[in-house]
């Protein structure tokens, strides 16, 4: 039996991402997207349950607009999250981040992923790979976290990191690409 796209695109396999099934879910969630970016600051309350039809929430949040997915339901946050102006999850695939998370402005975490190869990339596949942000992380502004990245407990990311491989538990690191520069 064939594999549907999004089965393919969640399991980390190439996909379409052309495929109608997908390209509705994100339309779901750029409406959405429209209507929480579009909410005044005053009414908190309509902006978290709009949130709540986007991601899994396991506790408090807050999330400063303008904020970006393509599907929302990949993403899941722990309790005390907060990402600050700007934040964009490109979640084709899964997007854990755990409890007590601060996201400075413009920060941006992409799953998503295209072949190295041209020819492949011309045929429209793409792919995803899953990222996953400890506790008590703090992530600085304009940080890019790429597809696959696993981010420890305790972690402070420093301000316009690229982060392209694993960093672990109770560090400071930054750059590009992101590397330890001491432990914590």
Same mark, same amino acid.
């Given at each position: 039996?064939?594999?549907?796209?999004?089965?393919?695109?969640?399991?980390?396999?190439?996909?379409?991402?052309?495929?109608?099934?997908?390209?509705?879910?994100?339309?779901?969630?750029?409406?959405?997207?429209?209507?929480?970016?579009?909410?005044?600051?005053?009414?908190?309350?309509?902006?978290?349950?709009?949130?709540?039809?986007?991601?899994?929430?396991?506790?408090?949040?807050?999330?400063?607009?303008?904020?970006?997915?393509?599907?929302?339901?990949?993403?899941?946050?722990?309790?005390?999250?907060?990402?600050?102006? !700007?934040?964009?999850?490109?979640?084709? *695939?899964? =997007?854990? %981040? @755990?409890?007590?998370?601060?996201?400075? &402005?413009? +920060?941006? $975490?992409?799953?998503?992923?295209?072949?190295?190869?041209?020819?492949?990339?011309?045929?429209?596949?793409?792919? !995803?790979?899953?990222?996953?942000?400890? *506790?008590? =992380?703090? %992530? @600085?502004?304009?940080?890019?976290?790429? &597809?696959? +990245?696993? $981010?420890?407990?305790?972690?402070?990311?420093?301000?316009?990191?690229?982060?392209?491989?694993?960093?672990?538990?109770?560090?400071?690191?930054?750059?590009?690409?992101?590397?330890? %520069?001491?432990?914590?």
């Amino acid at each position: 039996m064939e594999r549907s796209e999004k089965e393919k695109m969640l399991s980390g396999d190439d996909y379409n991402a052309n495929d109608e099934e997908l390209r509705r879910e994100r339309d779901y969630a750029k409406n959405l997207i429209f209507e929480f970016n579009h909410t005044k600051p005053s009414e908190e309350e309509k902006k978290k349950e709009i949130i709540k039809k986007l991601i899994r929430t396991k506790g408090s949040f807050h999330i400063e607009a303008p904020f970006y997915c393509d599907y929302g339901y990949n993403i899941e946050i722990g309790e005390n999250f907060y990402a600050n102006y !700007g934040c964009v999850i490109l979640d084709v *695939n899964k =997007v854990q %981040i @755990g409890n007590n998370v601060l996201l400075a &402005p413009n +920060v941006q $975490i992409y799953t998503a992923a295209h072949p190295v190869n041209p020819e492949e990339r011309v045929q429209g596949k793409e792919f !995803g790979k899953p990222v996953v942000i400890g *506790n008590n =992380v703090w %992530i @600085g502004g304009g940080t890019i976290i790429c &597809p696959g +990245v696993k $981010i420890g407990d305790n972690t402070t990311i420093g301000a316009g990191s690229v982060v392209t491989r694993d960093i672990p538990e109770n560090v400071i690191a930054a750059g590009n690409p992101c590397k330890i %520069i001491r432990e914590i």
